[in-house]
């Protein structure tokens, strides 16, 4: 089985490719898995720059703006990369035993905001990179408490300051999803 946007993913393409939007995300569906794809246009005259941030992958698509086949170019260049039969795709199929990336796995703008913000306040963030961080604060400790999930399991991560608890867990997520 091979990976394919879901029907309402194939809608939301649709929607954003039509209008002026900057973001999207979609969503590919395999029988025992569920792949988020967030997508970042940069419109430009008659010009149209989609990233696509997949799990370890990106890719960059230049579009003709305003072109009605753009959605059909990239839902075949977003499921290509999720099967790893695209050119751009040098990992491999998504969840699939795979080469090492060209360049190693660094954690986006957004997941490093959203870590930010959940060591100092706590509580749990699913972060675009498919790790999932839940930290625990406590008036009687002064240690804080962090489970961070990945493909590479579970772990229990502890720090004295919310400063030392970023590091701790950037340093722990791009290490395990540069193994994986």
């Not at 970042?40 to 305003?66: P, S, W, Y």
């Not at 400790?141 to 502890?158: F, I, N, P, W």
Request: aromatic content about 4%.
């Amino acid at each position: 089985m091979t990976y394919a946007l879901t029907a309402e993913s194939n809608l939301t393409l649709g929607h954003a490719l039509r209008g002026d939007a900057t973001a999207a995300t979609l969503y590919l569906e395999h029988p025992a898995q569920l792949v988020r794809v967030e997508l970042d246009f940069e419109h430009e005259a008659d010009k149209l720059a989609v990233r696509i941030n997949m799990e370890h992958c990106r890719d960059t698509m230049r579009l003709q703006a305003g072109d009605p086949a753009n959605a059909q170019h990239l839902r075949e260049q977003i499921e290509a990369i999720a099967n790893g039969t695209a050119d751009t795709a040098a990992t491999g199929a998504i969840g699939a035993s795979q080469a090492k990336a060209s360049e190693p796995f660094a954690l986006g703008d957004q997941d490093e905001s959203s870590i930010r913000t959940v060591v100092r306040h706590g509580g749990t963030r699913h972060l675009y990179c498919n790790a999932t961080v839940t930290v625990h604060t406590s008036a009687l400790s002064q240690r804080l408490d962090a489970l961070v999930s990945t493909r590479a399991g579970t772990e229990h991560l502890h720090a004295g300051t919310p400063g030392e608890l970023y590091v701790v867990l950037a340093q722990h997520i791009e290490a395990a999803l540069n193994a994986a």
